[in-house]
């Protein structure tokens, strides 16, 4: 299957800071990519939606300002956490769909965000 | 955008069958189901995907029947390897397809 990957895998900042993670498609075109974020035994809750080369769609609750995506090409896609405090700490994965003949979407790896 | 439901949590022992149910009562004519499963601290991985009847691949089968409100996931024969959360999604086949996720099932194998 398709693969995505994140960078990086783990990072810890300190509040007040901003963290940028990166998300990629290797091997096929990512017209769409979501990013989703996922407490401990919690299911994943969608943040966004990215179009290549438009603003992404936020999920109602989630602040655009604060987590900001940018989808600049077709196989990379960006999430900044501007001025992280300690509740943002959690696991942020991203998904990627596009050319890759199928209908379903393929997840990175997650990216465990730990703000101090 | 179909909601689906599933058990919390199931139990099993190695080398048993694994039926796990979903729900989605409102799914629409161009939605595909899709099941994820998803281990600890990483990335949800694709299992398997339908749109009706049977689809079978190498590690599971998906019976979807003929009213398509709900799905079974089956798991032929499961390891240690393959306690996780396992995910029921429904959406329809356009590249902006968003998933939301439901609460999954965390299936435990006991030895």
């Known amino acids: 299957g398709a693969v995505v990957s994140q960078h990086p895998s783990r990072v810890i900042c300190k509040s007040g800071t901003s963290v940028k993670i990166e998300c990629r498609s290797l091997d096929f075109q990512a017209t769409t990519m979501f990013w989703y974020r996922q407490f401990p035994k919690q299911s994943l809750m969608l943040m966004a939606t990215s179009n290549e080369g438009s603003k992404a769609t936020y999920e109602q609750g989630v602040e655009k300002d604060k987590f900001l995506i940018n989808h600049a090409s077709l196989t990379l896609s960006t999430l900044t956490v501007t001025s992280a405090h300690p509740e943002d700490s959690s696991f942020y994965i991203c998904?990627?769909?596009?050319?890759?003949?199928?209908?379903?979407?393929?997840f990175g790896p997650g990216t465990r965000l730990t703000v101090t | 955008l179909a909601k689906t439901t599933q058990p919390i949590s199931m139990d099993s022992y190695e080398g048993q069958e694994v039926n796990i149910t979903c729900s989605h009562n409102?799914?629409?004519?161009?939605?595909?189901i899709t099941w994820y499963q998803q281990f600890p601290s990483q990335g949800p991985r694709f299992i398997i995907q339908?749109?009706?009847t049977k689809v079978t691949n190498e590690v599971a089968s998906l019976f979807i029947p003929a009213d398509r409100k709900s799905s079974t996931l089956s798991l032929p024969r499961v390891s240690l390897s393959d306690t996780a959360v396992y995910y029921c999604l429904v959406g329809d086949t356009s590249f902006n397809n968003d998933m939301r996720f439901g609460a999954g099932t965390r299936l435990t194998v006991k030895p």
């Open positions: 998904s990627a769909s596009g050319t890759s003949g199928g209908y379903e979407q393929y």
């Open positions: 339908g749109y009706k």
């Open positions: 409102n799914i629409a004519t161009n939605d595909y």
